[in-house]
C-alpha cells in the first residue's frame, strides 16, 4: 500500500489533473465513464436528489471504494494509497454535521487530535470561525447550538486542518441566504488564495454559476454535462 508521501506529495506535472476518473461503477448508482476534476480550482457538482452526487464525493477520498473502475489521485490510484493518508489531504465535510459532546475549541481541534497534527493556539482557531462567520466563544458547549452553527462549525474544524482538497457536500444547506454568501465566498477565496483544491455539491444553481470554474452535473448517477468556466469569482 502506498503512503501519501510515496507518490501523492508533489506537485502535478503538466497534463495531469488533480483527480482522474475512469469507468467508475458503483452499484446501480454511479456510471461514470471519464471525469477530470482540476487542480487548485472550485469544481461544482449539481444535479438533482438522489442523482449520485454525494456518492461521487464520497469515492474522492475512498470513503466508498467502487466495484470497478479507476480513481487516480496526482496520477496515483486512490486504492493503492494508505486511506488514512490520503483523507488527510483530501477532507469531506458531509451534509449533516458531525459534533462532539464538548465545548467549540474541542471540537475545532479534535481533528488536529485524530490526524497527529500540531496544535494551533486560539487566536488561528478564532480566525477560521470568523471566515465561517461563527460568532461564538472558543469555551462555550456546543449543545444548543442551531444547525446553521453546527454546519459552520463543522466547517471551520476542517479548515483548521488545512488540507490540500476540501470536499464539501451542500456547505451551506442549512444557512440562510445571506449567511450562505459570506461563508461560501470566505472559503472560495481562501482556496483562491492559498492554492487549494475545492470539490462542492450544492444543489444552488446560482452558487455553482457563481464560484465554480468547472460544474459537473450529474444525471442518474451518469455525468451529463461539463461547463469550463471563466470569471468565477
Request: proline share 3%; with cysteine; hydrophobic share 40%.
Amino acid at each position: 500500500m502506498i503512503g501519501l508521501n510515496d507518490g501523492c506529495d508533489v506537485d502535478i506535472a503538466e497534463g495531469i489533473e488533480l483527480f482522474e476518473i475512469k469507468n467508475l461503477k458503483y452499484k446501480s448508482i454511479l456510471n461514470v465513464e471519464y471525469l477530470n476534476i482540476p487542480d487548485r480550482k472550485i469544481t461544482c457538482i449539481v444535479g438533482e436528489s438522489g442523482s449520485g452526487k454525494t456518492t461521487l464525493l464520497r469515492h474522492l477520498n475512498n470513503l466508498i471504494s467502487q466495484d470497478s473502475g479507476q480513481i487516480l489521485y496526482k496520477g496515483v490510484d486512490i486504492e493503492s494509497m494508505n486511506p488514512i493518508s490520503l483523507r488527510r489531504q483530501v477532507v469531506m465535510a458531509p451534509q449533516n454535521p458531525v459534533v462532539f459532546n464538548g465545548n467549540v475549541r474541542y471540537n475545532l481541534i479534535i481533528g488536529l487530535m485524530f490526524s497527529e497534527k500540531p496544535m494551533v493556539n486560539d487566536d488561528v482557531l478564532k480566525r477560521w470561525m470568523d471566515l465561517v462567520h461563527l460568532n461564538k466563544g472558543l469555551d462555550e458547549s456546543i449543545d444548543k447550538f442551531s444547525g446553521g452553527e453546527k454546519q459552520r462549525l463543522c466547517l471551520a474544524r476542517i479548515l483548521v486542518l488545512e488540507p490540500e482538497v476540501l470536499l464539501l457536500d451542500e456547505p451551506s444547506s442549512a444557512l440562510d441566504e445571506d449567511t450562505e454568501y459570506l461563508v461560501v465566498n470566505n472559503i472560495v477565496t481562501y482556496a483562491k488564495d492559498n492554492g487549494k483544491t475545492v470539490v462542492m455539491v450544492t444543489h444552488s444553481k446560482s452558487v455553482a454559476q457563481r464560484y465554480g470554474d468547472v460544474i459537473i452535473t450529474i444525471d442518474k448517477g451518469r455525468v451529463s454535462d461539463v461547463e469550463q468556466k471563466e470569471g468565477a469569482i
